[in-house]
């Protein structure tokens, strides 16, 4: 028997009849053969009506309440789920999070999962019964209800895979798998049959929405045979693999594009050792997650140092770095939040020199100015002005001909 | 310290205003020193909301993904109140049913419980927090949730005081305590200050809906003291005791109505031993509660019997019995559902005859003819047209002077 762990979100839960098609697809699996373990989030829209009810009782309220309060929006959904499947004929049995022994740690609100006794599971399954679990929620060694935060219902998922030994975890969505660039922006992008870890975790960490890096990257720690596809339409997705590529793989995955941050220059700083530290230190003090980072020496013996942070932090930083302009009597301090980062990912650039000379040369050939530069070993990641955001992505995709099924290098 | 166990119900916690009116109840009666643990139920309409979904997903829904699906309910209750006090100032810490150890059997949907564990609970109140535990729900031996049924939270209350050695358990509810009749009817209806467990109980069986009787069996077990009071006004409410009455205590306590049922009749069978249990038997065998059964012995060595039944088992019950007079070959079949239940309840009624004179008289001076009539030892249960109702229950108030405060024997 192949065991599939199969997770699908809130639009795709989000009323009565999607989960009835779900209860329709799950049941379909079933009589095909598969063992199941299905993991579900809270029905869109839940989350948010809950999260105004605590706001409206108490903008402060307890982050454990706050946990007891957002993991009912699973519980239901688990409930229907279970009901719908019943009503196919299928056997199944919901659990909580604290019913399958989802054991986190105690930091409510982004808990990280540290096992899971599957026993229980296992014997469902083995009953020949289909496990619906509620994502996005475990519980402490205390008993007390707590939430993964951001992505959590997709860390369930791959979290169940792992301590099953699943053969397939597949993340049910509302795209129908990892595109060469947003299908919005390049109506040429195609949906890539596979890609490689690596290469999905660059793109969930510089904005493709698809997967959360945390759920990404635990699968690559357990080596989870990963699939993303569309819980609207028949598909096979994309799958994430773990393999060495074949030769024919193109040099570039994708184009990702991130618009959520912003820029913030110090000038004039002097240039001496430690100096970095003790400008992005105190953003860093304040729970800001620094993004890019550049610095350029300057010709007077001082220097300037630019980063990003995400747009919802623009505001917190830029106070933070105007005092530690006062104190190191830096020059002055510079900010800009209409800007857009895009990105080149692929495998191939670690053998193959000369993709940055492309992707400069495309940009500079559409009058698209380069503010910032970073890479790391199979990305390069380039600051614009924001107007140029679609047009960026439409280039790129088009610079390195991934309308084509494969390009050689 | 004074310990209370105090409930709410689901419209003293319907909206977030009256959340907040909790929350300043039960911020003061902390702030007065009293330790608390607090039961909740669903915000009102919110259980319906829930059953609604789950009808639409499956009209035969298994009954233990009901109470997963249930269970909710009060989960989001016991995490908002929580927050409401937070803000308070008051250290609070919310219990679903699982997490305080609410152990029941394992019949989903009317679960009974079998023991609570505590000490979670003593420990949070030794270190001077109030405990909200969600009312309605439990946990079976396999972790499964389940529910209570009608009047879940109220036993939830009850076990939790008979389980700490509360001082006192108070069931705030919409109406101010218990009364001597439904001052909707009775204008000059009186609310009393104690009534015995046994009236209490009279009372809830036949009709009153301040109480379920399951709730006050329960109470009246562990001898919890009992106070019924309102979420909405101040005042003492109504004790339930446990002592012997007072000399001065009235005959009688209160007047009674049930407006629920309906009365079958079947006539012309056998007068034998064994003939009523040949025509209650099949009624009972279908899960119909059979209330009032009276028999009468006719000239010609047959005999009558009549029965009441809740009207909604009126119709089942009906095609029950006419079945039965078939294969009894009873001469005929009689029904009507246009009746009513009044009765009168009171302890005093023990020691004192004439009490049934009384009632009989002030009725027959109004013209209200008497159908059938059944007797404990401490209520009188007549059947009336249902348009005598609340002219019936106005004449009885009035005979017993109901609306002094006390009345001499």
Chains 1, 2 share one sequence.
Do not use: W
């Not at 205390?142 to 169940?160: F, Y």
């Not at 100096?275 to 860093?284: D, E, H, L, Q």
């Amino acid at each position: 028997m192949t065991l599939l762990v199969e997770k699908y979100g809130g639009t795709s839960v989000g009323d009565v009849a999607r989960i009835n098609a779900v209860a329709d697809k799950v049941a379909k699996s079933r009589a095909d053969g598969n063992d199941m373990v299905v993991v579900v989030s809270a029905m869109s829209g839940e989350t948010n009506r809950l999260s105004e009810l605590a706001a409206e009782v108490n903008p402060l309220a307890p982050a454990r309440e706050i946990d007891v309060l957002l993991s009912t929006g699973e519980q239901v959904t688990i409930a229907l789920l279970s009901m719908a499947l019943h009503r196919r004929g299928v056997e199944a049995r919901s659990y909580t999070g604290s019913q399958v022994h989802i054991r986190t740690d105690s930091v409510h609100g982004r808990a990280r999962i540290l096992d899971i006794d599957d026993a229980r599971v296992r014997a469902d399954i083995a009953d020949g019964r289909v496990v619906v679990v509620a994502g996005f929620q475990g519980v402490d060694h205390e008993q007390n209800i707590t939430t993964l935060g951001r992505g959590g219902s997709d860390i369930t998922a791959v979290a169940m895979a792992a301590a099953m030994g699943a053969d397939e975890c597949r993340i049910y969505t509302d795209v129908e798998g990892v595109y060469t660039a947003d299908p919005r922006i390049v109506p040429e992008a195609r949906r890539l049959d596979r890609i490689t870890v690596e290469e999905m975790l660059e793109l969930a960490s510089l904005g493709a929405k698809v997967l959360q890096t945390r759920s990404v990257e635990f699968a690559g720690k357990y080596r989870i045979p990963l699939r993303v596809l569309s819980a609207f339409e028949d598909g096979p997705g994309t799958l994430i693999t773990y393999e060495e590529l074949p030769m024919e793989q193109p040099l570039i995955s994708g184009i990702a594009y991130n618009k959520d941050e912003a820029k913030l220059t110090i000038r004039g700083i002097p240039d001496e050792p430690g100096i970095a530290y003790r400008i992005v230190g105190p953003i860093s003090d304040a729970h800001v997650n620094v993004d890019m980072i550049v610095q350029n020496v300057g010709a007077d013996g001082t220097t300037d140092l630019t980063f990003t942070v995400h747009r919802n932090d623009y505001k917190k930083s830029l106070q933070i770095l105007t005092e530690t302009a006062k104190k190191l009597k830096a020059r002055d301090v510079g900010s800009d939040d209409n800007i857009a980062k895009l990105s080149v990912v692929g495998v191939g650039m670690r053998s193959h020199a000369g993709i940055a000379t492309t992707m400069f040369h495309a940009l500079a050939n559409e009058g698209i100015n380069i503010q910032m530069i970073s890479t790391s070993e199979i990305k390069i990641s380039v600051v614009v002005e924001d107007k140029y955001l679609e047009l960026g992505v439409r280039t790129l995709h088009k610079a390195f001909g991934l309308e084509n099924a494969t390009v050689k290098p």
